[in-house]
């Protein structure tokens, strides 16, 4: 069964730059892993920010991009606010979309 | 609006089953396949499976395939998840989720102790 490999925490300034990535034990992860990204806090459910590796929903800041960089799912964070602290995961498709799986999670603190 | 109500929290004993059910509205239920996460205390998300509404066509995540049973109701547009043999591993926050995970519900918390 596939792993997906997320770092365990991160630490961004206020107003800086920061990329959260996410891993398949499988092999370099692609678009057709469908890449999404979700932000949770304590006590909430997980919202989406990017799906499809790249697409914002209507209510995902714009400071929060998609992409994918060298093999990997990338969350860029640009500009971080102190509402940005949580943690962050990462979901991957596969076998064309019949099984997931969510990465280990990144604890993000904005400090 | 869409929304997804889950059923009210569970207390159950090692060896049990629990079911919790998922009632979506807001959108037409046969149309997206309906996902179910659980989160550990303290622990990550950890995908549990679909189902898709329409046809009751299932698929589980490896870790839970004979345990878990998931189903449906068209009729009255609720999903249903069911995990047998519990354990105190079990013992999680129990979500259902659109396809495309843009919904939740809000959770359910299920208790596994004896």
């Known amino acids: 069964q596939a792993v997906a490999t997320q770092e365990p925490s991160l630490t961004v300034s206020p107003g800086g730059t920061i990329t959260l990535t996410c891993a398949s034990s499988?092999?370099?992860?692609?678009?057709?892993?469908?890449p999404y990204w979700f932000q949770q806090k304590p006590g909430q459910a997980p919202r989406t920010l990017i799906y499809?590796?790249?697409n914002r929903h209507s209510w995902t800041p714009a400071r929060f991009s998609g992409s994918l960089l060298g093999g990997k799912a990338a969350l860029t964070l640009s500009g971080a606010q102190p509402e940005d602290e949580g943690d962050y995961y990462c979901?991957?498709?596969?076998?064309?979309?019949?099984?997931?799986?969510f990465g280990g999670g990144t604890k993000l603190t904005v400090l | 609006q869409v929304h997804l109500v889950q059923s009210g929290a569970e207390v159950k004993k090692p060896g049990a089953s629990v079911k919790v059910s998922c009632k979506a509205s807001?959108?037409?239920?046969?149309?997206?396949?309906m996902h179910w996460v659980r989160q550990a205390p303290g622990q990550g998300l950890e995908w549990m499976g679909w189902?898709?509404?329409?046809?009751?066509?299932?698929n589980s995540a490896q870790k839970f395939q004979g345990r878990v049973t998931m189903t449906r109701d068209t009729s009255i547009s609720t999903a249903y998840m069911e995990l047998t043999r519990l354990t105190s591993d079990d013992t999680a926050i129990y979500y259902c989720a659109r396809e495309g995970l843009t919904n939740w519900g809000q959770g359910t918390q299920v208790t596994v102790s004896s």
């Open positions: 979901f991957l498709a596969y076998n064309g979309g019949r099984d997931w799986m």
């Open positions: 189902i898709n509404p329409n046809s009751g066509d299932t």
């Open positions: 499809d590796t790249n």
């Open positions: 807001g959108y037409t239920f046969t149309g997206n396949y």
């Open positions: 499988t092999g370099g992860v692609t678009s057709g892993h469908y």
